[in-house]
């Protein structure tokens, strides 16, 4: 099944503690992006990827890290993860920039 | 001015009645387009793509362009209860960059 997975679903941490969520594509696509999704603030998105090793701020870069060594995969890394980050976080992937973008399920993130 | 606009809603609609959702962009060169949908706490599920002037339809759904008035919509007949959710309009602006919409609220009523 074509499909993009996020891990973990659910997190919960402390300020300051490092962490990686990861995200995964089956579909052999070269474009893929990070969102985070906050009420009244819809969707913005964090950096993307263009291929392999080509990686790109977006938005709302500050405070993330994002590496792309394999297709297939474009984990989000928090290194000193604040309240402030708390939200809603999809991966996204499409065969273009300007194709259709499939969604991952979404990782909801919660910093104390 | 917003690079796509929506109104928020909600846009409560009666069972069995057409939807219409209205989704405007400030990017004349803008060349594709597209619909989401979004039930709470889930991701956004792609329901329509359209590139060119014109009517597209897919079911239920008809996505409509006009690219001379910036203009992209999308109708729902015979609305349904699982038609409840948030839409999100999303359009590639010239530089590359996919940007959405806050999207609009639809409540089907029974």
């Known amino acids: 099944e074509a499909q993009v997975t996020q891990n973990p679903r659910y997190l919960i941490t402390v300020t300051g503690k490092k962490l990686t969520v990861t995200c995964s594509q089956n579909m052999n696509h070269e474009y893929m992006s990070w969102y985070r999704q906050d009420p009244g603030l819809g969707l913005r998105q964090i950096y993307y990827?263009?291929?392999?090793?080509?990686?790109d701020k977006g938005d709302v870069p500050e405070g993330y890290k994002v590496s792309r060594k394999e297709k297939r995969n474009f984990p989000l890394i928090l290194e000193s993860p604040s309240p402030n980050q708390t939200s809603l976080y999809f991966c996204a992937s499409s065969f273009t920039r300007d194709g259709e973008q499939y969604f991952g399920p979404g990782t909801r993130l919660t910093v104390t | 001015q917003k690079e796509v606009e929506q109104n928020s809603g909600p846009l409560s609609v009666p069972e069995g009645a057409i939807a219409s959702l209205n989704c405007t962009y400030s990017d004349r060169v803008s060349q594709s387009f597209f619909w989401y949908r979004q039930y709470s706490g889930k991701s956004p599920e792609l329901i329509m793509s359209i590139y060119s002037n014109g009517d597209k339809e897919d079911g239920r759904f008809t996505a409509q362009l006009n690219k001379a008035s910036q203009y992209v919509s999308l109708l729902i007949r015979d609305s349904q209860p699982s038609d409840s959710a948030t839409y999100l309009c999303?359009?590639?602006?010239?530089?590359?960059?996919?940007?959405f919409g806050a999207g609009t609220q639809v409540v089907v009523t029974p």
């Open positions: 990827s263009m291929n392999v090793e080509v990686t």
């Open positions: 999303a359009v590639n602006l010239s530089w590359g960059k996919l940007q």
